[in-house]
């Protein structure tokens, strides 16, 4: 008979858990308990081996360097250049990297302020260890870091149109995208070979940049024939231009450049038009600007002059690089977008002849790139001084609307010399 539970003879009965032994296990437990410790001891001993292996793999990444003004007066250019680099760097990775390893883009703010953009250079050369570095479009910026690009001896890819930057004989500079010279070198080489000029009458804008494009327009058309015959200055003040227009009209030039910011250009434009010019005229890529037509008027029909603009945007129905920055952004390109694709596209390029990956070996593999055509046209850096890009659509105004006449116009290659 069982004892009642509480009587003197009962004992209480014990929880193993309060107790702590646990109930003996049987043999089939005991195998359990065995196999389960073998697992978990294989499970570690695999993570400890597979860490060093996946650190590796992450060191393989290409890394690669961009310095660009994120926020600041220069935020809009610096974003463009971001957005371009990032669908690139996305597309290559998409489609496996290069030889099966992928780009990581590190990126750098300088808020438009030099003294960032040298540190930012310099962390991206030593601290990241980057392959390659993309500049800020702003010419500052490029102009101060060029010096420890060639002491790093680090590629600096340079989204900047400045023409100064690549005439400084550093040779780890490679820009990307168009510049002063090809303008002037498209529009002199269609003026010269397709439209016949003999005599041409070149105004240009007294300051800067019209001076600048007057020395360029100058060059190339004495490479291609004779020197312009009528060469004249004008004030950006000047209202009127009757004086100058009479002037250069007299000469009875076979066509006429004019070298201006949007907003005086069409002045001069609507002016040669009343005095009853209406041959071609060609200008800057500045003419694509909304305020040209809105001065200029009706007279801006037969305008023509070298678009990059439209090389990010050269047909109607997009190219592949707008129609999938429009995809992803919401927007299209603008030239600044097209530069920081074409660099990230252009060390993709180099990088696939390569065995060992080092700057150097990346360096002499980007000089040697030939006839690529990417976002902004055709790139080819054999023989030349750093400036890669070889063509520009031809653009003008048609009854006041852009109309592309060539696509990818490469110039007469006398033009492009230094």
Known sequence: MRPEEGSPGSAPESSPSLRGDWPTPGRAG???????????FLVLLLGIFLLPARASAAEKAIRVGLFAPLRGSGEELGQQVLQGATLAVER???????????????????????????QSMRDLADKERCLAVIASPQGPAVLATMAIANEKQVPLLVPCPLQDITRRGNRWVFRVGPYPQLEAACVAS???????????????????????????????????????AVTEPFDPADTDFTILVSKVLKRQPDGVAVWAS???????????????????IVGPSELSDPQFLEVAGEASHNTVFASPLFSANRVPEGTPFSQAFHARYGSEPQPAAASGYDAIMLMAEALRGLT???????????????????????????????DGLK????????????????DLYRPDPRTLRP
């Open 30 to 40: 005991c195998r359990l308990a065995e196999a389960l410790l073998r697992s978990l």
């Open 190 to 228: 269609f003026a010269v070979q397709e439209l016949g000029w003999r005599r041409v009458a070149l105004l240009y804008q007294k300051d800067e940049s019209g001076k600048e494009g007057m020395k360029l327009l100058s060059q190339a058309f004495r490479r291609l024939g004779p020197p312009p």
């Open 391 to 406: 063509s520009l659509p031809l653009v003008t105004y048609l009854h006041h609307r852009l109309v592309l006449m060539r």
């Open 356 to 386: 060992f990956r080092d700057r150097k070996s990346l360096r002499d593999s980007l000089a040697k790139i030939d006839n690529c055509e990417l976002a902004h046209g055709i790139y080819s850096f054999l023989s030349s001084t750093g």
């Open 92 to 118: 290559v990775n998409r489609q496996g990297g290069v030889k099966g390893t992928k780009i990581e883009l590190i990126v750098r703010d300088d808020a438009s302020d030099v003294r960032r953009s040298l």
């Open 262 to 280: 949007p907003r005086e250009a069409g002045r001069l434009v609507r002016r040669l038009r009343e005095w009853g010019y209406r041959g071609v």
